[in-house]
């Protein structure tokens, strides 16, 4: 059986994981087309005007996986992890199977995978898939348990600053990742010359700024001007905890990693400056931008610059940014 | 303690009467107009959502007035409006006004009921008690009277009338101080709407129910007063949240308000599995209820980037087409229209009228 899983939202953060509980269980795994424009176009003609890129893009990944595969895996992730208070992902990512669902029409029918910590452990919820795939449940014990060793040295990987593909490749092996754009691979060989004085750190959803379709490339634009890029998987999750002291009472938990990672990125010596990147028409991001920029930015910290990206972002409006914002922390540093 | 609030429909006449009970100075900002929204959406965030903003408004404008305590409701919610009281009271102190916050849900309820320590004469819990009582009354009278009036608007001889007996019974119970006068204040402004001239009409009024996020569907201000809109065009409006409900359901003290959220939830989970953090269930359980109770159509109303309701926005198209009941999808923002909101309500009537004929 083949099983279609979209590359977009978060198969950046968990693609090993499925991938491997799905072939653990005996499904052949099929992955959509890296991001373009017809792909971005077809999902922003069957979505909701006002939604944010984000879910356009999932939308047109799922149509360009519809027709390659017999089932189409679908995550809906509630909540990620066990706390004393309510804890959710973001309502979209809630919703997402029920939004698929009854809103695209000629799609092959869709297993879900429901990643509720907070009522259901894990281990359920992979055998509600294997229910779901009509693969014998004792499988799904045994998948379960390879593909969270998978998606651990995935994680390890990424903590020590590998981009989400090159970690994939490495933990996955050279099945899913032809043809994709890198963002160290693509870099001209000339920008090697240039020394790397400035080290930038970038906060926000891996969803926008590792589908380097729709950031326009980021990563390798900073390295272009000189900037050594610091991703917010790189922050240890106690770090991000010991933050998230200062500032409670979120419940959203990728937002909280976002405050944490930014409070971190602010406080740390070395780094010299912060690029936040937001997805236009995020919900969560909306406030808690507002709130890493009115509750943990001080006079002292590093320059903190927002990036908001959408459908309509032109790469030349993201370059002249990202030249500025480099030129903006040199210039302060040749100054003091 | 000069305490101040964000409006929410007739919402500020219940809570002033709470917080006026319990001694504090109460300071109401004029409605929300344009102007409200245009200040609260200089300082707010980009792309948040409008409710926010014209919050921000009223907030800002109470504090001009001299008010030195804001009062807020705030959660740890899936949906933004648990943010809301946090992110704008920071966002005021960085302007430069100075008061207290008074965030409910957050700061617990110790805290809140031991604010009013100084300010209420003689015991404490005796204060509160009667401030809830007085609450209640004027709740249930506000909704009696809107109720009231809706039921009047499209069959009232001379266009108006309705709105205005009901302007004016809304002043006299915000006026009334004493439990008693409250209730004698809702019966005479009830007996004047119930004696309005009528006509009957020449058809059966159509009956539109309106859905959506609940303060698009509740402040006049936000959707252009809809719901008089629809009652003086001779049609039949019913919004399926109101302020009273809105008000109660967190209380949890009205048991058919508990019974009727748990019915929507069941009706809606085929369609919506899991709780999304707004009122997801009563926009679809709405439509399907408007679908079998014979209604003409559906008008979903929702702020620009709404989280919970567009995930609805995408979903209404299949109840639609299988429950056959046309819906009207309209997305408000700081850049709606009067007119384009009436140009598209007019069509959609017509559209109504039309389906029915046939």
Redesign the interface.
Known sequence: MKVGVPRALSYYRYFPLWKSLLEGMGAQVVLSSPTGDKLLENGVRHCVDDICVPVKLFYGHVLDVADKCDVLFVPRLVSIEKAEVDTYTCPKLIGLPDMVKSSIEGIPPMVEFVVDIQERSIRSSARRLATELGMPHARARGALADALLVQASYEQRLLAGVTPEKAMKEVLGNGNGEGKKDASAGRPAGSRARPRDVRIALVGHEYLIHDYYISHNLPAKLERFGAEVTYMAEVPVDVIERELARYPGISWSYEKELLGAASHFLGREDIDGVMLVMGFACGPDSIIGEIITREVLTDDSAPLTTLVLDEHTGAAGVETRVEAFVDLIRRARNRS | MKVSFPHMGNAYIPLSALLSNLGADVIVPPRPTRKTIDMGALHA?????LPFKVNLGDNLRALQMGSDTLAMVSG?????F??YG??QH??LR?VGFEFDSILLG?DGLGKVYNKFRDTVDGSLLRGWAHAVRSFKHKAEGMDALEKAARKMRPFERERGSASAALAQGLALLDEARTIKGTDVVLREALAVIDSLETDEPAEVPLKIAVVGEIYAVLEPALNFDIERQLGEMGIMAYPVMSVYKWLFRPLKIDPSILVDERLARRIAKP????????E?HQTITGTIRAARRGYDGVIHLYP?????E??C???L??VEAEFDIPVLNL?LDEHASPAGMATRLEAFVDLLRERRRR
Do not use: H
């Open positions: 965030p980009e792309f948040v959502c740890m919610w899936a949906c933004r648990g943010y946090r992110v920071q966002i960085d957050r369609y919506i599995a899991y709780v999304l953090g707004g997801e620009f980037t709404c989280m919970p567009n995930i926005r995408t979903i198209p299949q997305c």
